[in-house]
């Protein structure tokens, strides 16, 4: 990286069973994707991005970013997705210095995750008993950048990506692009909120991080083996594109769920695969 006074690291927060009973054919247990959050770290001070799901995720994660021996001044939250923020109320009680912030957007969509009979059907029916009690959500931050220790930490709106009101944060000075769920790094894709409308969005919006011409991109998920290498953009990019081919000439989901293992057949997670399989094929 070059010599600007900013480092990063990236916590990954391996894969964890789920309670879903709704199974492909061969498998026996879902698993939910392994999950990123970094820490953009200056001389004194750090934001952190993302605050992961479980209580017992959020919990190693504030001991990581307290290893650091940085003053984390802000959390910023790239998209509505509970599995992306759920953790905060545990990182804030553990940093109460520290600021919760988001677009306006998926400050919206993070109320709408939050909603106790969403929470009752959804979340807690995967992980009964893990999910934190107090979930606090992020401030709207109005501004198109955050700041740390004079440093630009640009907020870039994506539109739809896995959900839709998504963004990125982009480090021009380091070359680093915290991507949240616009980017997967060898982990299968979450399509279930994106039929072909949403698909053709999210292209779009790999483009938008195209442009930026990263050195370096975080995924939100990600396989923990691999390096944080700009070329994840492209393979997204090539497992949508495979998606919609597979999708136009399947005829039902385990077509679907089994021509795209064909093409993919090592990414990470194929249990995320099935659950987009079944979301276009039923």
């Given at each position: 990286?070059?010599?600007?006074?900013?480092?990063?690291?990236?916590?990954?927060?391996?894969?964890?069973?789920?309670?879903?009973?709704?199974?492909?054919p061969?498998?026996?247990?879902?698993?939910?994707?392994?999950?990123?959050?970094?820490?953009?770290?200056?001389?004194?001070?750090a934001?952190?991005?993302?605050?992961?799901?479980?209580?017992?995720?959020?919990?190693?994660?504030?001991?990581?970013?307290?290893?650091?021996?940085?003053?984390?001044?802000?959390?910023?939250?790239?998209?509505?997705h509970?599995?992306?923020?759920?953790?905060?109320?545990?990182?804030?009680?553990?940093?109460?210095?520290?600021?919760?912030?988001?677009?306006?957007?998926?400050?919206?969509?993070?109320?709408?995750?939050?909603?106790?009979?969403?929470?009752?059907?959804?979340?807690?029916?995967?992980?009964?008993?893990q999910?934190?009690?107090?979930?606090?959500?992020?401030?709207?931050?109005?501004?198109?950048?955050?700041?740390?220790?004079?440093?630009?930490?640009?907020?870039?709106?994506?539109?739809?990506?896995?959900?839709?009101?998504?963004?990125?944060?982009?480090?021009?000075?380091?070359?680093?692009?915290?991507?949240?769920?616009?980017?997967?790094?060898?982990?299968?894709?979450?399509?279930?909120?994106?039929?072909?409308?949403?698909?053709?969005?999210?292209?779009?919006?790999?483009?938008?991080?195209?442009a930026?011409?990263?050195?370096?991109?975080?995924?939100?998920?990600?396989?923990?083996?691999?390096?944080?290498?700009?070329?994840?953009?492209?393979?997204?990019?090539?497992?949508?594109q495979?998606?919609?081919?597979?999708?136009?000439?399947?005829?039902?989901?385990?077509?679907?769920?089994?021509?795209m293992?064909?093409?993919?057949?090592?990414?990470?997670?194929?249990?995320?695969?099935?659950?987009?399989?079944?979301?276009?094929?039923?």
């Amino acid at each position: 990286m070059p010599s600007t006074g900013l480092t990063w690291s990236v916590y990954v927060s391996p894969s964890i069973p789920t309670e879903s009973v709704d199974l492909p054919p061969d498998l026996a247990r879902r698993m939910w994707s392994p999950t990123t959050a970094t820490l953009i770290s200056g001389e004194r001070d750090a934001v952190l991005v993302d605050a992961l799901l479980t209580s017992k995720q959020a919990s190693r994660l504030a001991d990581w970013v307290a290893a650091s021996g940085k003053n984390l001044t802000t959390i910023f939250v790239t998209h509505g997705h509970g599995d992306h923020w759920f953790g905060l109320g545990t990182l804030l009680e553990r940093f109460p210095q520290a600021q919760a912030v988001a677009a306006p957007a998926v400050v919206a969509r993070m109320e709408e995750q939050r909603d106790p009979d969403f929470i009752e059907s959804f979340w807690e029916t995967r992980f009964p008993g893990q999910i934190p009690d107090t979930l606090r959500t992020a401030a709207p931050v109005t501004a198109d950048r955050l700041t740390l220790e004079g440093h630009d930490l640009v907020i870039v709106g994506l539109g739809h990506t896995d959900t839709d009101d998504t963004t990125c944060l982009h480090v021009p000075e380091v070359g680093l692009v915290v991507a949240g769920d616009a980017v997967y790094n060898d982990v299968h894709l979450y399509l279930a909120e994106s039929p072909a409308p949403g698909r053709h969005a999210w292209l779009k919006a790999l483009d938008t991080i195209a442009a930026l011409n990263p050195d370096a991109v975080v995924a939100g998920h990600k396989n923990p083996c691999l390096p944080d290498d700009p070329r994840a953009i492209a393979e997204t990019r090539h497992y949508i594109q495979d998606f919609e081919a597979v999708a136009k000439r399947a005829g039902n989901a385990v077509d679907l769920y089994q021509g795209m293992l064909e093409i993919h057949p090592r990414r990470v997670n194929r249990g995320a695969l099935w659950g987009s399989a079944r979301a276009v094929k039923g």
